[in-house]
Structure formats: structure tokens, C-alpha cells
T-cell receptor
Framework: DTGVSQDPRHKITKRGQNVTFRCDPI?????LYWYRQTLGQGPEFLTY????????KSRLLSDRFSAERPKGSFSTLEIQRTEQGDSAMYLC???????????FGPGTRLTVL | SQQGEEDPQALSIQEGENATMNCSYK?????LQWYRQNSGRGLVHLIL?????REKHSGRLRVTLDTSKKSSSLLITASRAADTASYFC?????????????FGQGTRLTINP
């Protein structure tokens, strides 16, 4: 499968715990994006990388959120001290620099109890 | 915040009929894209239309773009049960940043057999 993959697909955690999600983009894509989607809404942009550089962060990304893409390939999104309001689907997408189509992974559904 | 608004929010039609969804946006754009999302899954890219294009076709899909009215429409002809999903428009442009997509809230389409 050469599409975008995300792991885990589902995560249930207790409030206050830390969680980490992983995204593996399409191999030749140098841009990687994270979005968050709550029920009944469209996805909202969180951050994006070009290769290993994080070039933009949304105001939605509080200081409890951190994202990395250390070697310009896979990326991780960590949420520290989770809150119930963090419950959402976290979507990863990738694209080539020269094109605008973003290809999405299946998402990680986070439930904070 | 959401850039676009889809209309209608929900649409239910009989199999074989055509489905039309509309999207309006607020700021100037470079591109407008349409995505499909099956319940609880990731987004599937359907079609991209650039700001200098007025119409584009892909299989049973027809997209129009009117930049003077800041609106787009997606037409699905000869609908099938498998077309049941939520449909989102997404824009990128100079103001919100050419690198990130800004999504509308989506149209939930139900095709009745």
C-alpha cells in the first residue's frame, strides 16, 4: 500500500495522559500536514512540514501539542496532558511541493475520558 | 475558522438521480478541491480546480468554479449507493496560506436504493 498511513487508528486515554500518533506519508512527498476534525465539522489545519522543517503552526496548536518530522519522512504528533476537548479525529496528509493535491490518511480517532 | 460553507448541509436522493452540492468561500483562492469522506474514515481527493478554470470533469463528477461569486458546485451524475458520504470543499490561497487547506463544514449525501 503506497498511501498515507497512520497509527494507531483508535486511541482511548484518560484525561491528563500523554498520547503520540504517527503518520507515514507517501514516500516521495516532501510536504506533510496535520489536521484535526471534530464530529460534524470539516478538518481544521494544525501544522505542516516541508521535509523536516515545520513551517507553519495554527493557533489551534496549543503548547501541549508538538509535532516532529525528524528525518523528513514520518511524523509524530504528541499531545501532553490530554483534555476532553482534545477528543477528535487527527488526520495526516502529504503532497508534493509542485502540486496542491493533498492525500489523506485514514486518521487516528482520539477519545479522552 | 471555516472558510467555506457547503449547501445543503444534508441531501437525500434516489439512486440514479443527480446530486448537486454548492460551496461558497470568503477570500481569494489559488485552488479549490473537493473531497469525499465515508463515515469515520479519511478523506479521498476527488478533483482540483484552479482559480483560472471554470469547469472540470472527472468521470461522473463535474465541478464548476465562479470566482466572481466565490462559489463552486459539485455535480455527481447517475448517483449510486456507494456515493453515500460527506463531501467537503477545501480552498488554498494567498490570505490563508497557499500551503494549507481550509475546509467547509461539508454536505452529507445519502443515496437511497
Amino acid at each position: 500500500d503506497t498511501g498515507v498511513s497512520q497509527d494507531p487508528r483508535h486511541k482511548i486515554t484518560k484525561r491528563g495522559q500523554n498520547v503520540t500518533f504517527r503518520c507515514d506519508p507517501i514516500s516521495e512527498h516532501n510536504r506533510l500536514y496535520w489536521y484535526r476534525q471534530t464530529l460534524g465539522q470539516g478538518p481544521e489545519f494544525l501544522t505542516y512540514f516541508q521535509n523536516e522543517a515545520q513551517l507553519e503552526k495554527s493557533r489551534l496548536l496549543s503548547d501541549r501539542f508538538s509535532a516532529e518530522r525528524p528525518k523528513g519522512s514520518f511524523s509524530t504528533l504528541e499531545i501532553q496532558r490530554t483534555e476532553q476537548g482534545d477528543s477528535a479525529m487527527y488526520l495526516c496528509a502529504s503532497s508534493l511541493v509542485s502540486y496542491n493535491e493533498q492525500f489523506f490518511g485514514p486518521g487516528t480517532r482520539l477519545t479522552v475520558l | 475558522s471555516q472558510q467555506g460553507e457547503e449547501d445543503p448541509q444534508a441531501l437525500s436522493i434516489q439512486e440514479g438521480e443527480n446530486a448537486t452540492m454548492n460551496c461558497s468561500y470568503k477570500t481569494s483562492i489559488n485552488n479549490l478541491q473537493w473531497y469525499r469522506q465515508n463515515s469515520g474514515r479519511g478523506l479521498v481527493h476527488l478533483i482540483l480546480i484552479r482559480s483560472n478554470e471554470r469547469e472540470k470533469h472527472s468521470g461522473r463528477l463535474r465541478v464548476t468554479l465562479d470566482t466572481s461569486k466565490k462559489s463552486s458546485s459539485l455535480l455527481i451524475t447517475a448517483s449510486r449507493a456507494a456515493d453515500t458520504a460527506s463531501y467537503f470543499c477545501a480552498t488554498d490561497g494567498e490570505i490563508q496560506g497557499a500551503q494549507k487547506l481550509v475546509f467547509g463544514q461539508g454536505t452529507r449525501l445519502t443515496i437511497n436504493p
